[in-house]
């Protein structure tokens, strides 16, 4: 493709923003020529944000689908909806990105691969962590040998509760706090491992009343998971609504000769004091008076616009995006929450039938 990817994205809230700004970095291969919400003034104000000009605006995503000229959609909406409209767009001859979750059900997972493989597009998985310089360094630091041979990992993705009002309810999300926040370690891990895990124990707080904090959430509001990979490393993966203060992405090795902790979201060079606080510190922070962190370019330090100029690359090139990043990533990530999910709720501990 010689030209620029023409991107339709749908869905203008939290996730679109973090793409827009994506997009917006990539100007020599990238532009967006159609937004979609059924809350028109989300699409002005990311338009607006962003100085978006030459965009065709619908309430409708099909509308968009059906009406857009576009390489691609870009799928920024509630978990449920990511399978139709995918399905809908490979139907359409487009190539898909779509947001963390893959999917709320294996079941439509495995639907969106088919209709890539059908229609013969490309599904693509956005997962921002897989970008994260700060990552990519440390996985620099396990490659020369710096801390021997990897043993052991901690990795987690946790902060107070969700902003979105789909994740309120199990059929929108297809879970709490694991298939919402544990997704990104679980998926860097597993692109790191090649998808080869091969059993797993997982405790959840088990949603509603049982929850520790959010009890009219009907997803978890706590999770952990200890997961073993077939070359013999193991890791233990948290997720939960629980932590105030801020986001928590965390990411720890434990080497044979020396060990490593990676945090994403509290690592800002600047260290602050303000009595009246800041507009912004870091995401989900609850307030910004007293010290602070503020995060540098945290939409670059999170992966999302290295992430957004790869999957525009892949398309330009016709190509897969790289592991951690595929549709089939997104759904082998599906499947490790559904084991984490089926160990919660069974007390069993959970062993990977293709591995064995
Ligand atoms: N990678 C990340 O770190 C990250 C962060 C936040 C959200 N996400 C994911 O992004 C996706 C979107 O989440 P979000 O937090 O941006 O917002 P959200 O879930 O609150 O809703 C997204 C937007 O979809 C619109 N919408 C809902 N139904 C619609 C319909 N039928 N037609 C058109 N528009 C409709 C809403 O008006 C809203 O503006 C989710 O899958 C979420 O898991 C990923």
Redesign the pocket.
């Known amino acids: 493709m010689d030209k620029k990817v023409r991107v339709l994205v749908?869905?203008?809230?939290?996730?679109?923003n973090?793409h827009v700004e994506g997009y917006v970095r990539c100007p020599e291969l990238a532009t967006i020529v159609g937004l979609?919400?059924?809350?028109p003034e989300?699409v002005k104000e990311l338009a607006d944000r962003y100085g978006l000009k030459d965009y065709a605006q619908y309430d409708?995503?099909k509308d968009a689908i059906d009406n857009v000229d576009c390489d691609v959609v870009d799928i920024?909406?509630?978990?449920f909806?990511?399978h139709d409209v995918a399905v809908y767009a490979f139907q359409k001859g487009r190539h898909v990105i779509t947001?963390?979750p893959l999917a709320t059900t294996l079941e439509d997972a495995r639907e969106m691969l088919q209709a890539a493989e059908k229609a013969g597009k490309r599904l693509y998985y956005?997962e921002?962590w897989l970008f994260a310089p700060a990552l990519l360094k440390a996985l620099d630091i396990v490659k020369e040998g710096a801390i021997g041979k990897p043993l052991y990992y901690r990795a987690r993705e946790c902060h107070s509760g969700s902003?979105?009002?789909?994740a309120q309810t199990i059929a929108f999300c297809g879970g709490g706090c694991m298939i919402?926040l544990g997704c990104h370690p679980i998926s860097f891990l597993l692109a790191l491992k090649e998808n080869k895990w091969t059993e797993l124990m997982a405790m959840t707080s088990g949603g509603k009343e049982n929850n520790l904090v959010h009890k009219q959430m009907e997803g978890e509001d706590w999770s952990a998971c200890l997961i073993k990979f077939q070359d013999g490393t193991s890791a233990l993966i948290e997720a939960n609504y629980v932590t105030k203060g801020g986001m928590e992405d965390v990411f720890e090795v434990y080497g044979t000769e020396g060990c490593m902790h990676v945090d994403l979201s509290f690592s800002s060079p600047i260290n602050v004091f303000s009595i009246p606080g800041l507009s912004y510190t870091v995401e989900k922070a609850e307030i910004t008076t007293g010290w602070s962190r503020p995060a540098v370019d945290e939409k670059f330090n999170l992966g999302y616009v290295s992430e957004i100029r790869h999957f525009m690359e892949c398309i330009r090139d016709n190509k897969d995006a790289k592991i951690g990043l595929r549709g089939i990533d997104g759904y082998e990530a599906l499947k490790v929450v559904q084991a984490i999910y089926k160990s919660a709720r069974e007390g069993v501990k959970v062993v990977n039938e293709e591995l064995k």
Do not use: T
Not at 36 to 39: E, G, L, P, S, Y
């Open positions: 749908v869905g203008a809230a939290f996730a679109a973090l979609a919400d059924k809350r989300r409708d995503w920024c909406l509630p978990n909806m990511h947001e963390k956005a921002d902003h979105s009002p789909f919402h």
